[in-house]
């Protein structure tokens, strides 16, 4: 799932009083937007939710955090339109954050005079967990990822990134059902890695895609799993894609 709305997408004012320009946090309406999301996530999926792995930028935090409410609440039939009051159930699923799924961190999705000068992109993650829903974050988990992926990296080295740690977390958990928050490029990956010969050209605010795949335990716990196939399609949950052989080229 991408993150919702960000501010600096609203208010195109925000960057020149912010102190981290790098890490716009969710406008109003990404609140909304990602609380509801999760309420159709909850109402719509024949399966639960058991893990949420998320990219510590802020907007994702954020975003993680109004869909774990809507997924936990103890009420399903409140009128809410955030998270910020709703009782939750904090058993049903845990959330920890991952490195691997952070934005490219490239100028081509964070422009050079936004990016910190002295390289220090400042994630505090007992700060990040704490903005989480009280009682859902699960220590106990690794990163896949142990640190931020260096500066400048390629938007093909990102990519890779991305189809790395969608494989590693879904080896991880091979039992569990698991959403990763992430970005548009994030969310693009998780289908064209998965589905041959396709390009994503939009990846919508809270857009997201599913996928599965067959796995089979031996005696001892041991599984063997078929690739991630995508079930998600064109047009469906605000992500767009299409053949890659559609494409023309001017010359």
Known sequence: MRHGDRIDSVELLWV??????????????GRVRAFCTGKKLRNNLDFPIHRVFVSPFLRCIQTASEVISALCAIDNSSVEMTGENVAI?????????????????????????????DGNWGFNISELEAMLPAGTVDHSVESVYQELPQWEESVMDARARYEHVIRALADKFPSENLLLVTHGEGVGVAISAFLSDTIVYEVDYCGYSHSQRLISFGPSQEFTARNLDVVTKNGQTGICYCPTSTLTLDV
């Open 16 to 29: 020149s009083t912010a102190a981290r320009p790098w890490d716009p946090p969710l406008a109003d309406a």
């Open 89 to 117: 159930d904090s058993s049903k699923l845990k959330v920890s954050i991952e490195y691997g799924l952070s934005e490219v961190l490239s100028r081509e999705a964070i422009t050079l005079d936004l990016a910190p000068k």
